[in-house]
């Protein structure tokens, strides 16, 4: 579908500033829905908001439908009197720079045990509400909570560790588990009720005030969640519920050994028999959520690389074709038209084109990718079309100033002819200097053809490297930067709302 005409900040809300270790829905993300509002943006991109499992990465969710726990703000609990005040004092979480993701577990764990308890001792006046949130997503809740007490209560191993009986999910075993670990899944049902009451408060404050919410799918979904522990029959697993298959990309120029991401793949065969059901689900929960979907390594829904489950590296794999032309059709039948962004990266062939076209999503362009030498390079601007959304870069490039000043060395994939070859174009393409490189690159998104425009704020704050969310296929710092408390001045918001308003992107809010 086309979008109207607008731009936006990317900003996962565990980069907000705030006393508690990792940013939150407590007043600092209202604080920024403001500085959307001041700097007429009307678009704000988040990464995936499950509650996140190995490595602490978005992309690898214990659940495709829960929400993360980290995010809940304590002060919020304190307004639900589920806190008292003595329960917030000298939160010990590390620095304010980066999140200390042991630190806040500890912490977030335990406030929320905390309310959880006062919830069970008193007369709330939210029980009904939640037992209305119950209701509404026994679909998923039921079994996700489940799936976490059975995790704790197994040391925290992967479910496919667990003891036999409850690997298969034999009736017994999951009957007596219902019945061992009742207030265990009462908690995590409750945390559940607390994520999504304040997420939809923050999604209502900003739809009011023309501010829409951009999330992530991300195409796979991690081995260990809840999502593959119930539903084993849609992915390719043996009878142990270990993969047979797993997920990657081919070797390449970056990497003689390809990337083996490790994730199931899905069993299409069965999905297919049932009307894509989960899918369907998946989708239809996602869009409750946010109101754009940006859906993560789209070409693996024309083909995917098929990688043997034992192996260590990508190089064995094999293409299979993946059914997204059904896939999407059903989707589409069930839910009507799909706000849906294609994050078409990398190598983009004819069928992954006719797959994108086919169902009018508009694909993605990242200004940091088009100073190679060639003009035809798609993601300069001059080669946009309008139904794409322009990028100056993302969550998994180095910033613009990082990649501006960056350096051949180890772990470089660029020579220092190539950097050098690169930021001479990038200076003359862009008409300047370089002295505010990250404005450039700005102006040249939002000045672009494309409808939808998107600014990391790592950019729109022009900082280097040292705030990279994160660097593909490592495990070190990522996903911890946070920005902090002031950085974003009245003069960037008024600099950005000029640009904008110069450009026909002014958000239009709500009568």
Same mark, same amino acid.
């Given at each position: 579908?086309?979008?109207?005409?607008?731009?936006?900040?990317?900003?996962?809300?565990?980069?907000?500033?705030?006393?508690?270790?990792?940013?939150?829905?407590?007043?600092?993300?209202?604080?920024?829905?403001?500085?959307?509002?001041?700097?007429?943006?009307?678009?704000?991109?988040?990464?995936?908001?499950?509650?996140?499992? %190995?490595?602490?990465?978005? %992309? &690898?969710?214990?659940? @495709?439908?829960?929400?993360?726990?980290?995010?809940?703000?304590?002060?919020?609990?304190?307004?639900?009197?589920?806190?008292?005040?003595?329960?917030?004092?000298?939160?010990?979480?590390?620095?304010?720079?980066?999140?200390?993701?042991? @630190?806040?577990?500890?912490?977030?764990?335990?406030?929320?045990?905390?309310?959880?308890?006062?919830?069970?001792?008193?007369?709330?006046?939210?029980?009904?509400?939640?037992?209305?949130?119950?209701?509404?997503?026994?679909?998923?809740?039921?079994?996700?909570?489940?799936?976490?007490?059975?995790?704790?209560?197994?040391?925290?191993?992967?479910?496919?560790?667990?003891?036999?009986?409850?690997?298969?999910?034999?009736?017994?075993?999951? &009957?007596?588990?219902?019945?061992?670990?009742?207030?265990?899944?009462?908690?995590?049902?409750?945390?559940?009720?607390?994520?999504?009451?304040?997420?939809?408060?923050?999604?209502?404050?900003?739809?009011?005030?023309?501010?829409?919410?951009?999330?992530?799918?991300?195409?796979?979904?991690?081995?260990?969640?809840?999502?593959?522990?119930?539903?084993?029959?849609?992915?390719?697993?043996?009878?142990?519920?270990?993969?047979?298959?797993?997920?990657?990309?081919?070797?390449?120029?970056?990497?003689?050994?390809?990337?083996?991401?490790?994730?199931?793949?899905?069993?299409?065969?069965?999905?297919?028999?049932?009307?894509?059901?989960?899918?369907?689900?998946?989708?239809?929960?996602?869009?409750?959520?946010?109101?754009?979907?940006?859906?993560?390594?789209?070409?693996?829904?024309?083909?995917?690389?098929?990688?043997?489950?034992?192996?260590?590296? &990508?190089?064995?794999?094999?293409?299979?074709?993946?059914?997204?032309?059904?896939?999407?059709?059903?989707?589409?039948?069930?839910?009507?038209?799909?706000?849906?962004?294609?994050?078409?990266?990398?190598?983009?062939?004819?069928?992954?084109?006719?797959?994108?076209?086919?169902?009018?999503?508009?694909?993605?362009?990242?200004?940091?990718?088009?100073?190679?030498?060639?003009?035809?390079?798609?993601?300069?601007?001059?080669?946009?079309?309008?139904?794409?959304?322009? %990028?100056?870069?993302?969550?998994?490039?180095?910033? /613009?100033?990082?990649?501006?000043?960056?350096?051949?060395?180890?772990?470089? /994939?660029?020579?220092?002819?190539?950097?050098?070859?690169?930021?001479?174009?990038?200076?003359?393409?862009?008409?300047?200097?370089?002295?505010?490189?990250?404005?450039?690159?700005?102006?040249?998104?939002?000045?672009?053809?494309?409808?939808?425009?998107?600014?990391?704020?790592?950019?729109?704050?022009?900082?280097?490297?040292?705030?990279?969310?994160?660097?593909?296929?490592?495990?070190?710092?990522?996903?911890?930067?946070?920005?902090?408390?002031?950085?974003?001045?009245?003069?960037?918001?008024?600099?950005?709302?000029?640009?904008?308003?110069?450009?026909?992107?002014?958000?239009?809010?709500?009568?």
């Amino acid at each position: 579908m086309n979008f109207p005409r607008t731009s936006g900040i990317l900003l996962h809300p565990t980069s907000l500033p705030g006393p508690f270790g990792i940013g939150d829905l407590g007043p600092e993300a209202y604080a920024f829905a403001d500085f959307l509002i001041n700097s007429g943006q009307s678009l704000w991109q988040v990464l995936p908001l499950g509650p996140t499992g %190995y490595g602490d990465s978005p %992309y &690898a969710c214990y659940s @495709a439908f829960a929400g993360n726990t980290l995010l809940i703000s304590p002060e919020q609990l304190v307004e639900d009197e589920l806190l008292v005040q003595e329960d917030l004092t000298a939160p010990a979480t590390g620095s304010t720079e980066r999140v200390d993701f042991h @630190a806040v577990h500890e912490l977030k764990d335990s406030i929320l045990r905390k309310a959880f308890a006062r919830f069970s001792q008193n007369a709330s006046s939210l029980r009904t509400a939640f037992e209305d949130f119950r209701r509404r997503n026994v679909s998923w809740l039921d079994d996700y909570a489940l799936f976490r007490a059975l995790k704790d209560a197994h040391g925290g191993v992967a479910w496919n560790e667990w003891d036999p009986a409850y690997v298969r999910r034999e009736p017994a075993a999951i &009957a007596s588990a219902l019945e061992k670990f009742r207030d265990q899944i009462e908690a995590h049902k409750f945390y559940q009720f607390l994520f999504f009451r304040q997420w939809f408060a923050l999604k209502a404050h900003c739809n009011a005030r023309g501010i829409q919410f951009v999330g992530d799918i991300p195409i796979f979904v991690a081995q260990d969640s809840a999502d593959v522990w119930t539903n084993p029959d849609q992915f390719k697993l043996d009878p142990d519920g270990n993969p047979i298959v797993v997920a990657g990309v081919p070797p390449d120029y970056f990497s003689t050994t390809g990337q083996l991401w490790g994730n199931p793949l899905y069993n299409w065969d069965q999905m297919r028999a049932d009307g894509f059901k989960w899918w369907i689900k998946r989708v239809d929960s996602t869009l409750k959520v946010v109101d754009i979907v940006r859906v993560d390594h789209f070409r693996g829904f024309a083909a995917c690389w098929e990688i043997p489950g034992g192996d260590q590296t &990508a190089e064995r794999g094999r293409w299979v074709e993946a059914p997204g032309k059904e896939l999407f059709t059903a989707i589409r039948a069930a839910l009507g038209e799909l706000p849906i962004i294609a994050e078409d990266l990398g190598v983009i062939t004819p069928d992954v084109v006719a797959l994108r076209d086919g169902f009018g999503f508009p694909g993605m362009r990242i200004l940091q990718f088009a100073f190679g030498g060639d003009p035809k390079n798609t993601d300069l601007p001059h080669n946009y079309v309008s139904n794409v959304a322009a %990028y100056t870069g993302t969550h998994d490039n180095d910033t /613009t100033v990082g990649w501006f000043r960056s350096v051949a060395g180890e772990g470089s /994939t660029r020579t220092a002819a190539q950097i050098e070859r690169e930021r001479k174009f990038c200076l003359c393409y862009l008409n300047t200097m370089g002295k505010e490189i990250h404005w450039d690159f700005i102006r040249g998104v939002l000045a672009s053809v494309a409808n939808t425009a998107v600014v990391p704020l790592q950019d729109l704050l022009g900082l280097g490297t040292e705030a990279r969310m994160n660097l593909p296929n490592s495990t070190e710092g990522n996903w911890s930067w946070r920005f902090e408390k002031g950085a974003l001045s009245a003069d960037i918001a008024a600099r950005l709302k000029e640009l904008t308003e110069l450009y026909g992107r002014t958000a239009k809010t709500p009568m």
